[in-house]
């Protein structure tokens, strides 16, 4: 029996792999700050094209990953089996807001 509830969806972009991986590399440190609830912190690491973030939130730990691709990105979320009854609006917030959290150019 699987434990977590997995949420999986690629994110279409325009950018090109290097360009996406940039803005991804630029906006991972305000993730935190852009999450709802009580998200006590966010650790990340690259390896290779993909991002790996581990989440802490509301007493639980998040695993996510985020491939970033030439033409879209692809995003797993694992979710403990607490927060899987929230798997639904999670995947909508991801798809509505995911390409602003993650792709946005914050240079100015």
Known sequence: MNMTQPIELDL?????????????????????????????DVAHEWRDDTLHLTIGALGQEV???VDVREADV???????PMLALFAGPIAEALKRKGSD???EDRRD
């Open 101 to 103: 959290l993650l792709l």
């Open 63 to 65: 695993l996510a990953s």
């Open 74 to 80: 692809h995003l797993k979320v694992e979710l403990p």
């Open 12 to 40: 279409p972009h325009q950018l090109g792999k290097d360009e996406a991986r940039r803005r991804i590399a630029d906006n991972v440190g305000s993730l935190k700050d852009q999450m709802p609830g009580q998200v006590a």
